[in-house]
């Protein structure tokens, strides 16, 4: 794309019609809401995809997609574009405390000897690799007992990430320096400032793309642990319920439950036991 390409891209605005039909599509294929306030995000977002498929306005971009059935290759681009990927390793940490000092160990007495642990939004793989090292550290004066993470998310952009499992070495901090020690490779290059994820944790965690507004989820045997954090605030009370429904469907009876410090299921018929703040259990 040329200069005057390059301008044209930056100061055209998405007319009130052509957002409204984003933002509609956006929530029906997501869950996530686009009210009129993240116009100025939503242009911001989508200017990248202009200039990979060589649009100069939102216009003819919308045109393509919707009228022209560009939709059907752009989809994957679109949300990937518009969905928020913040993440920390030990994020919330007291949900990897209850983890160690509740949940397994009930687990545990109650003859589990494969634990199924399902981070439903993972995003760049901070969650399922975190959850990998405490499953790693807590099973290391164990014996008799395994454990396999599913990782899921929407955007394929993200997984990609995950799946290398590199990072900058300051995203790691965190992380207990025991664990660092024994899970996280530092580049040879000190310049390059990055971390991978040791391979023995990296193959504990199978990464798929899973979209939460699906009528069901296909992830095989019932699930002992759902991680389900900071992704329910981005939806609508309805949406939360849907998706809480579902995720307890792929939960086993007696299965654990943790959503975001900033998230409540109050109010919603759901079979779950509130055991601490955002912690549950299926009933």
């Given at each position: 794309?040329?200069?005057?390409?390059?301008?044209?891209?930056?100061?055209?605005?998405?007319?009130?019609?052509?957002?409204?039909?984003?933002?509609?599509?956006?929530?029906?294929?997501?869950?996530?809401?686009?009210?009129?306030?993240?116009?100025?995000?939503?242009?911001g977002r989508l200017r990248r995809r202009l200039r990979a498929t060589g649009f100069t306005d939102f216009d003819s971009?919308?045109?393509?997609?919707?009228?022209?059935?560009?939709?059907?290759?752009?989809?994957?681009?679109?949300?990937?574009?518009?969905?928020?990927?913040?993440?920390?390793?030990?994020?919330?940490?007291?949900?990897?405390?209850?983890?160690?000092?509740?949940?397994?160990?009930?687990?545990?007495?109650?003859?589990?000897?494969?634990?199924?642990?399902?981070?439903?939004?993972?995003?760049?793989?901070?969650?399922?690799?975190?959850?990998?090292?405490?499953?790693?550290?807590?099973?290391?004066?164990?014996?008799?007992?395994?454990?396999?993470?599913?990782?899921?998310?929407?955007?394929?952009?993200?997984?990609?990430?995950?799946?290398?499992?590199?990072?900058?070495?300051?995203?790691?901090?965190?992380?207990?320096?025991?664990?660092?020690?024994?899970?996280?490779?530092?580049?040879?290059?000190?310049?390059?400032?990055?971390?991978r994820i040791a391979p023995a944790l990296r193959t504990r965690v199978g990464f798929?793309?899973?979209?939460?507004?699906?009528?069901?989820?296909?992830?095989?045997?019932?699930?002992?642990?759902?991680?389900?954090?900071?992704?329910?605030?981005?939806?609508?009370?309805?949406?939360?319920?849907?998706?809480?429904?579902?995720?307890?469907?792929?939960?086993?009876?007696?299965?654990?439950?943790?959503?975001?410090?900033?998230?409540?299921?109050?109010?919603?018929?759901?079979?779950?036991?509130?055991?601490?703040?955002?912690?549950?259990?299926?009933?």
């Amino acid at each position: 794309m040329n200069a005057l390409a390059e301008a044209v891209v930056g100061d055209h605005r998405i007319s009130p019609k052509n957002f409204r039909r984003l933002s509609n599509y956006i929530f029906e294929y997501s869950g996530i809401k686009m009210p009129e306030t993240k116009t100025t995000m939503l242009e911001g977002r989508l200017r990248r995809r202009l200039r990979a498929t060589g649009f100069t306005d939102f216009d003819s971009y919308c045109h393509y997609i919707f009228e022209e059935g560009g939709l059907a290759t752009e989809s994957v681009h679109l949300i990937d574009a518009v969905t928020t990927n913040k993440t920390d390793f030990f994020r919330e940490p007291n949900h990897f405390d209850y983890l160690t000092q509740k949940a397994l160990p009930d687990l545990e007495a109650r003859g589990a000897r494969r634990v199924r642990i399902w981070s439903s939004a993972c995003s760049i793989g901070a969650e399922p690799y975190t959850l990998a090292m405490v499953m790693a550290e807590y099973l290391e004066r164990r014996s008799g007992m395994d454990y396999h993470i599913l990782a899921t998310d929407l955007s394929t952009d993200v997984l990609q990430k995950a799946r290398r499992g590199v990072y900058p070495a300051d995203m790691l901090e965190p992380v207990p320096r025991t664990m660092a020690a024994r899970y996280v490779m530092h580049a040879r290059d000190k310049q390059r400032n990055e971390v991978r994820i040791a391979p023995a944790l990296r193959t504990r965690v199978g990464f798929a793309r899973l979209n939460l507004m699906d009528d069901s989820y296909q992830v095989g045997e019932p699930m002992d642990i759902i991680f389900c954090r900071n992704v329910l605030i981005y939806f609508d009370k309805k949406t939360q319920f849907n998706v809480l429904r579902r995720l307890c469907d792929c939960l086993a009876q007696g299965g654990y439950m943790f959503i975001g410090h900033s998230e409540s299921i109050t109010g919603l018929d759901l079979p779950l036991k509130q055991l601490a703040n955002t912690v549950f259990r299926k009933v």
